[in-house]
């Protein structure tokens, strides 16, 4: 009996998301989520450029993008590509880490004067830890509201975190069962 296999390099890449990080660029970056750290690439006609990277305490299970707040305009009236143009401000990451302190970070992209860099900083954090839960099996991670406003978190079996959002950051959040 023969065995054919082929060796393919095993990545640590959880998740990873394309988003306007920054409020006055026209660049658009990409997210790269391993299992203990961010990677931030702008995302260049020729390449991919390495702009910073954030180390994680914990295990990385989900990266979502939260979307600004879009302006109130009349559908009807403009083309699509222009309603999409017309969203303010810049896109922010929410991260949810794994057990056993399980937490929701939202991190924004920001511009270093001195020396002239681009950092990711952690803008909330909001702990997810239940005590006497079970974990989750299944699912460990978010889903965010297309427009920005709220956000679900499930750590725990038969629990849910909703998140408030306002402005790209967590405003309020509560437990349902």
Not at 86 to 102: F, N, V, Y
Not at 110 to 123: Q, W
Not at 149 to 159: I, L, Q, T
Request: hydrophobic share 40%; glycine share 4%; charged share 25%.
């Amino acid at each position: 009996m023969k065995v054919v296999s082929t060796f393919i390099q095993p990545s640590s890449v959880v998740a990873s998301t394309k988003a306007r990080l920054l409020e006055d660029d026209d660049i658009e970056f990409l997210v790269v989520a391993k299992t203990d750290s961010l990677e931030v690439y702008s995302l260049l006609p020729d390449r991919l450029n390495l702009e910073c990277t954030l180390e994680v305490w914990g295990r990385i299970t989900s990266l979502q993008t939260i979307q600004p707040k879009v302006r109130d305009y009349p559908l009807l009236t403009m083309p699509l590509t222009e309603f999409i143009a017309q969203k303010e401000g810049s896109c922010r990451l929410l991260a949810i880490t794994d057990h056993p302190e399980p937490l929701a970070l939202v991190i924004a992209l920001v511009r270093k004067t001195s020396p002239p860099i681009l950092a990711l900083d952690v803008a909330k954090t909001v702990s997810l830890l239940e005590r006497n839960a079970s974990p989750s099996e299944f699912f460990n991670g978010s889903v965010l509201d297309s427009q920005g406003k709220a956000g679900v978190v499930c750590s725990y079996k038969g629990k849910l975190k909703v998140l408030e959002l306002e402005e790209g950051t967590v405003k309020s959040d509560f437990d349902t069962s």
